[in-house]
């Protein structure tokens, strides 16, 4: 009787933590993957497909048991670069998990959503690029919740005065993520694509591949400018980042 009784309580908690759930998401389908971090992230797995946003121009479809434990201890790892108090801080809480994650029918590795404090991520992105796309979604929350900071004008001032960046991000044909041999000023071709994606591959780097950044910067003066921006203005969020 006693074990029945435990087994409704769990039930009835579940029930009520999924309701919770969808009502401040708005995404259908979803159920606790992981509650209990150091950071207070919860992270959510996508039990079905779904669609999301205006006209449902997002989408993206269930995690598979195999492809999600796998996945997970790699998200994890770098979501834990991030305590609690800065995570708060960029207004991030919850991290939805699913594969094949489409925008308006472009592939992308994730969403971030200040206003729901929600990072959906792609767990199928790219391997090769899989920690950087974390970073970088990150940023964009980052920047989202600190624009003051992360101001694109000045950022875009340290560019050659010949160079433009694309209207959007998603009508610029700068998609390689590739790091540049020969940097210019731009870590990949993306970087190109508007300055708060040009931000966000610089940050992304500075979390996967410090090392190698500090060797670039020292013979690209553009490019040094914006490293500094970047960390400048992290250090005024959280000294403990970078």
Same mark, same amino acid.
């Given at each position: 009787m006693k074990i029945l009784f435990l087994i409704i309580i769990f039930f009835q908690i579940t029930h009520v933590n999924a309701d919770e759930i969808y009502?401040?998401?708005k995404?259908?389908?979803l159920e606790v993957y992981? %509650?209990?971090n150091d950071n207070n992230i919860?992270?959510?797995?996508s039990k079905k497909n779904f669609k999301i946003g205006v006209n449902d121009n997002i989408s993206c479809n269930k995690s598979y048991p195999k492809n999600l434990s796998n996945k997970f201890p790699i998200i994890q790892k770098n979501i834990n670069f991030y305590n609690s108090t800065f995570l708060n801080k960029i207004n991030l809480r919850y991290i939805v998990?699913?594969?094949d994650l489409f925008v308006s029918k472009i592939n992308t590795g994730g969403i971030p959503d200040t206003e729901k404090r929600t990072l959906i991520l792609d767990i199928n992105f790219n391997v090769k690029y899989f920690e950087r796309m974390i970073h970088h979604e990150i940023f964009h929350m980052?920047?989202?919740s600190n624009t003051e900071i992360f101001d694109e004008s000045? %950022?875009?001032s340290f560019n050659d005065v010949n160079f433009k960046y694309a209207e959007c991000s998603t009508c610029s044909d700068r998609l390689n993520l590739d790091l540049y041999n020969d940097t210019n000023g731009f870590l990949t071709e993306y970087s190109k694509s508007i300055a708060s994606e040009d931000m966000a591959e610089i940050f992304?780097?500075?979390m996967t591949d410090k090392i190698n950044i500090e060797a670039l910067i020292k013979k690209d003066k553009i490019l040094e400018k914006k490293v500094t921006f970047i960390k400048s203005g992290i250090l005024k969020i959280d000294k403990n980042i970078l």
């Open positions: 009502n401040l998401l995404i259908p389908n992981k %509650f209990k919860r992270y959510l797995n998990l699913c594969e980052i920047q989202k000045r %950022f875009s992304s780097f500075l």
